[in-house]
Structure formats: structure tokens, C-alpha cells
T-cell receptor
């Protein structure tokens, strides 16, 4: 089955700086890559996603890049704010079926 | 009901007991999933169902069973709970043609 690895496990940045979280996947058939944000004590929620026919996608301060050849994708958050502090999960799926998640990155944005 | 709901929100259970976690969604999503969340291990897929009447095994299915008698409900049963099943369990659903997973609020289970 699919294996998704995520790094780093924790990330601490100063407010206003950028944050980058990286994931790799093992199954070249995976074609959908969402990112979820989980605030403390709450459910994960989708923040951005990318499909395999696209190399980059942006939504305001967040962006995701995908390198299909290397089988890795990354989440970029610019101008970080304290409310960005949360755990972020990447995931991979084949045709929206059986989502496999990375182990999570705890992002701490220091004011 | 709006969205996806789980019950109970929290439960302490003696080892060896049987436990069913309930999950109901009103979005008419065809796909439903059960994940467990453990510190440092992320979200691991236990079982899934692509449509009513069908189920499949995920990454960590041992000790768990599911059923999908209708579109809305997807209960997860621990036949004989063990301490290693202490975790937070999330149910999720999706329209398999759209992609986004909608999660329930989670069920915190402690097995002593």
C-alpha cells in the first residue's frame, strides 16, 4: 500500500516568516494530494489540495507544489501568523480512494 | 444533524470489553472511513467503505470490524478491547468524486 512520509515533525518559526513542510509518497499511481490542518482538540480540516496534473497551486498565503518524478510534495505558508499554529497533515490518494496520511507536523508560530 | 457526527465523544473501557463507536453523516456521501490518531503516528486508516454494502481493510484493521448497512451509518466495533487500542478515533466521509474528507469531532477511547 501507499506510504507517506512527512518532515519535519515539529517546526517553530517567527511570526512573519515562511514555513515549509515536505512529504514523500511511494505509490506512483497516487494522483490527489490534500493538506489538512488540525487545531488543538479539533477535527482535521482541508486547507488546500493538488491533483497530479498540476505542479503548483496557491490560495492566499498558502501554496502546494508537487514533483511527480521525485514523488514529493510540499506545503508553503508565507507571512505566518499565530493562528497558523496547528498540526498539519499531508495525504495521498488514488482517485480519491483510501487516503493515506503522513505523521503530521506541529507548527508553532511565535509572536 | 449537519455534517458528520460521532458518539461517544469519550469513553473509558475495561480490557476485554466490546465497544462500538458510532458514526452518522447526512451529506449523502458514498465513501466513509475510520482513522485512529496516535501521537507521532498521524492518522492511520482502519477500515473504509466506498459505498453502502461494501467495506475494505485499511492499514491497521486487526481487532476492528465495520459494517455499512446504509449510506449514512458506519459503526466501528472493537470485539475485545486491548490497551493498545487507546487512541482518538475519527470517522470521515467524502463524495468519492470530489476528494475532500469531512471529519467527525473524534471519539477518545481509553482501554484500561
Amino acid at each position: 500500500g501507499e506510504n507517506v512520509e512527512q518532515h519535519p515533525s515539529t517546526l517553530s518559526v517567527q511570526e512573519g516568516d515562511s514555513a515549509v513542510i515536505k512529504c514523500t509518497y511511494s505509490d506512483s499511481a497516487s494522483n490527489y494530494f490534500p493538506w489538512y490542518k488540525q487545531e488543538l482538540g479539533k477535527r482535521p480540516q482541508l486547507i488546500i489540495d493538488i491533483r497530479s496534473n498540476v505542479g503548483e497551486k496557491k490560495d492566499q498565503r498558502i501554496a502546494v507544489t508537487l514533483n511527480k518524478t521525485a514523488k514529493h510534495f510540499s506545503l508553503h505558508i508565507t507571512e505566518t501568523q499565530p493562528e497558523d499554529s496547528a498540526v498539519y497533515f499531508c495525504a495521498a490518494s488514488i482517485n480519491f480512494n483510501k487516503f493515506y496520511f503522513g505523521s503530521g507536523t506541529k507548527l508553532n508560530v511565535k509572536p | 444533524i449537519a455534517g458528520i457526527t460521532q458518539a461517544p465523544t469519550s469513553q473509558i473501557l475495561a480490557a476485554g470489553r466490546r465497544m462500538t463507536l458510532r458514526c452518522t453523516q447526512d451529506m449523502r456521501h458514498n465513501a466513509m472511513y475510520w482513522y485512529r490518531q496516535d501521537l507521532g503516528l498521524g492518522l492511520r486508516l482502519i477500515h473504509y467503505s466506498n459505498t453502502a454494502g461494501t467495506t475494505g481493510k485499511g492499514e491497521v484493521p486487526d481487532g476492528y470490524s465495520v459494517s455499512r448497512a446504509n449510506t449514512d451509518d458506519f459503526p466501528l466495533t472493537l470485539a475485545s478491547a486491548v490497551p493498545s487500542q487507546t487512541s482518538v478515533y475519527f470517522c470521515a466521509s467524502s463524495d468519492s468524486g470530489a476528494g475532500e474528507l469531512f471529519f467527525g469531532e473524534g471519539s477518545r477511547l481509553t482501554v484500561l
